[in-house]
T-cell receptor, first 115, second 115 residues
Framework: QKEVEQNSGPLSVPEGAIASLNCTYS??????FFWYRQYSGKSPELIMS????GDKEDGRFTAQLNKASQYVSLLIRDSQPSDSATYLC???????????????FGQGTILTVHP | GAVVSQHPSRVICKSGTSVKIECRSL??????MFWYRQFPKKSLMLMAT?????????EQGVEKDKFLINHASLTLSTLTVTSAHPEDSSFYIC???????????FGPGTRLTVT
């Protein structure tokens, strides 16, 4: 079983729609969860971090975490063509030891928002 | 805040030569820096974790004698690819984090091509 699995893409949504990206993880020790956006040829950019169960909203982005189900998602409301990119979920184990801060990335989901 | 730079952004070198890549945190002190590589259409693969003033911790399968990492100050880490070969051609990305802060901020990446 892969450590992190993201919903297979590519995902295509019309402009203005809600884009839903999902990620499951197998490591129950995971404490911190992140969503990164990566444009083609560029490095990842942090867009959301979430640490506790529930929803976290930031502008058009909402991250949802369910530790019992080992599931984290990202919703993008009012999707724009500029949101077209690869979205990477990542997790990190909690404090302690050399694993602190180390990120494990999913394979990414390509999102295309068409006008 | 949390700006990370990398230099060079792009480098082409001949097989057998060595290449040094610099990673700098511009507006914060980075107690930990991470080095990743990314192949086309693949996710990020962590190569090593470096803490200021101590030896880097390499991931399994990464040759420490080939990928030399130095983290001499709280704002600078370097990755030297020694005796580069065409299979080392990749996108190398560093990230940095502050003490006791889990979020990682990525540099813009260095695209290495070995001919």
């Amino acid at each position: 079983q892969k450590e992190v699995e993201q919903n297979s893409g590519p995902l295509s949504v019309p402009e203005g729609a809600i884009a839903s990206l999902n990620c499951t993880y197998s490591d129950r020790v995971s404490q911190s969860f992140f969503w990164y956006r990566q444009y083609s040829g560029k490095s990842p950019e942090l867009i959301m971090s979430i640490y506790s169960n529930g929803d976290k909203e930031d502008g058009r982005f909402t991250a949802q975490l369910n530790k019992a189900s080992q599931y984290v998602s990202l919703l993008i409301r009012d999707s724009q063509p500029s949101d077209s990119a690869t979205y990477l979920c990542a997790f990190s184990r909690g404090a302690g030891g050399t694993s602190y801060g180390k990120l494990t990335f999913g394979q990414g989901t390509i999102l295309t928002v068409h006008p | 805040g949390a700006v990370v730079s990398q230099h060079p952004s792009r480098v082409i070198c001949k097989s057998g030569t060595s290449v040094k890549i610099e990673c700098r945190s511009l507006d914060f002190q980075a107690t930990t820096m991470f080095w990743y590589r990314q192949f086309p259409k693949k996710s990020l693969m962590l190569m090593a974790t470096s803490n200021e003033g101590s030896k880097a911790t390499y991931e399994q399968g990464v040759e420490k004698d080939k990928f030399l990492i130095n983290h001499a100050s709280l704002t600078l880490s370097t990755l030297t690819v020694t005796s580069a070969h065409p299979e080392d051609s990749s996108f190398y990305i560093c990230s940095a984090s502050r003490l006791a802060v889990i979020e990682q901020y990525f540099g813009p990446g260095t695209r290495l091509t070995v001919t």
